[in-house]
């Protein structure tokens, strides 16, 4: 097992450069099983997640090539099952994406229930309704499922609830379904929007993106051929933000779109923090003897606040000065990591769905465990905020999202290391 061991009380000051969406990497590697032709993917993140992705799509049969750089090279011509349930695939959610491309290129699939975090059931009802729509059958056995379909034909679909992996799943499948398909009550996460790009620049016809209406005129064939590069980490950069203001920081964040960005910039602002933005840069700093002010959270879909910056944003509020509160919408089961916080010092309050923050907090180093990607990021946020030293376990779960994360905060004047048991 490897951990973190990060002496507090640090300063972070810097500048730092963000890596390629996992989520995006995730969904566009998974839907070049779709193509008939190789493609070119660049600024893939160096980090588990998406190595698993790799590994199973060339256990589909595809050849993979792997470049300095965060370049991959992905040939899907030779893909020779539609059976992905090797051990692999149990253990990320993205897998799922899966089902759409196998069915849209192979007329079958089989994969297992969808694996990843544990934070709360990951239903894929809206996933089915949709493969339904266009014509295809399913089983589920053993915790297997099975997708059939003879043909997809293009139909009108309209989830119950807004759903990312729904929206990416149907759209990748409907990309080379007969006719027209159009997905209301879409999701609009950014990485939706570059999926979609990416697929059109491979030879789709995908309208719509980011908004809730989503129209995919389906196509006989997606050539590729092209070269596409995947969007900066929305998330990897909210937690660079936060990690400035929590430890009175200042840190330059470069290689993103500050419009994705806007839901915690407005959060960060109304708590005091300072905010400079670029075309391509944000610049987040604590003006000196100026104390963070608590405020309230909601997370939402998108355009909403993001769930995967719940767990960085309730370290934050126990910096802060006042009663702040976090209302979880989103997961069931997102505050496991609170125990842990509250053996730091932290004052919380768990009721449902809402943790009630009371800060100032003094925040002293324990040994706390990872419990999940994000809640790992947490943990190594309040490490660097605490006095004393704060051991991180199980740290591969912050490694399945963040590339080369200990290395970026000793670049920024964090004193980290990572120690293996």
């Given at each position: 097992?490897?951990?973190?061991?990060?002496?507090?009380?640090?300063?972070?000051?810097?500048?730092?450069?963000?890596?390629?969406?996992?989520?995006?990497?995730?969904?566009?590697?998974?839907?070049?099983?779709?193509?008939?032709?190789?493609?070119?993917?660049?600024?893939?993140?160096?980090?588990?997640d998406v190595c698993i992705m790799i590994d199973i799509c060339e256990y589909l049969g595809a050849e993979v090539t792997r470049e300095e750089g965060g370049t991959v090279k992905i040939d899907p011509a030779k893909l020779r099952t539609c059976d992905a349930t090797n051990d692999k695939a149990r253990s990320i959610r993205a897998s799922y994406y899966l089902m759409g491309a196998l069915l849209g290129r192979l007329g079958k699939a089989i994969l297992y229930m969808p694996g990843g975090c544990d934070f709360g059931t990951r239903p894929i009802d809206q996933h089915l309704k949709g493969f339904n729509a266009l014509g295809a059958k399913h089983s589920i056995e053993f915790g297997k499922i099975t997708l059939t379909a003879d043909r997809l034909t293009?139909?009108?679909?309209?989830?119950?609830?807004?759903?990312?992996?729904?929206?990416?799943?149907?759209?990748?499948?409907?990309?080379?379904?007969?006719?027209?398909?159009?997905?209301?009550?879409?999701?609009?996460?950014?990485?939706?929007?570059?999926?979609?790009?990416?697929?059109?620049?491979?030879?789709?016809?995908?309208?719509?993106?980011?908004?809730?209406?989503?129209?995919?005129?389906?196509?006989?064939?997606?050539?590729g051929n092209s070269t596409y590069a995947v969007i900066p980490d929305q998330i990897e950069a909210g937690t660079f933000m936060i990690a400035a203001a929590a430890t009175t920081g200042d840190i330059r964040i470069t290689n993103i779109?500050?419009?994705?960005?806007?839901?915690?910039?407005?959060?960060?602002?109304?708590?005091?923090?300072?905010?400079?933005?670029?075309?391509?840069?944000?610049?987040?700093?604590?003006?000196?003897?100026?104390?963070?002010?608590?405020?309230?959270?909601?997370?939402?879909?998108?355009?909403?606040?993001?769930?995967?910056?719940?767990p960085q944003s309730t370290v934050l509020l126990t910096q802060a000065e006042g009663t702040g509160r976090m209302n979880e919408n989103v997961w069931d089961n997102r505050y496991q990591y609170i125990d842990d916080l509250k053996m730091m010092g932290a004052e919380v309050l768990i009721t449902g769905r809402v943790a009630t923050v009371e800060g100032p907090c003094k925040l002293t180093g324990a040994r706390v465990t990872a419990r999940d990607l994000r809640a790992g990021a947490a943990m190594v946020i309040a490490g660097l905020a605490a006095a004393g030293t704060t051991e991180v376990a199980d740290v591969r779960a912050i490694e399945r999202g963040y590339e080369n994360f200990e290395c970026k905060l000793r670049a920024l004047g964090a004193d980290i290391s990572r120690t293996e048991d």
């Open positions: 097992m490897a951990s973190y061991m990060i002496k507090g009380g640090k300063r972070l000051k810097g500048e730092v450069e963000i890596s390629g969406s996992k989520n995006a990497a995730l969904g566009i590697i998974a839907a070049s099983m779709l193509l008939d032709g190789p493609c070119t993917i660049e600024n893939v993140p160096g980090i588990a293009g139909d009108h679909v309209y989830f119950d609830k807004v759903s990312v992996g729904s929206t990416v799943n149907l759209m990748i499948a409907a990309a080379k379904a007969e006719g027209v398909t159009v997905i209301e009550n879409a999701a609009r996460e950014p990485h939706i929007v570059d999926i979609a790009n990416f697929l059109n620049t491979m030879g789709a016809n995908i309208k719509g993106a980011g908004t809730d209406v989503i129209r995919i005129t389906g196509v006989r064939t997606l050539p779109i500050p419009k994705h960005m806007e839901p915690l910039t407005a959060k960060l602002e109304e708590m005091g923090a300072v905010i400079e933005t670029g075309d391509e840069w944000i610049r987040v700093y604590m003006q000196r003897r100026k104390r963070l002010q608590a405020t309230n959270f909601m997370t939402m879909p998108y355009p909403g606040f993001p769930t995967d910056l719940q």
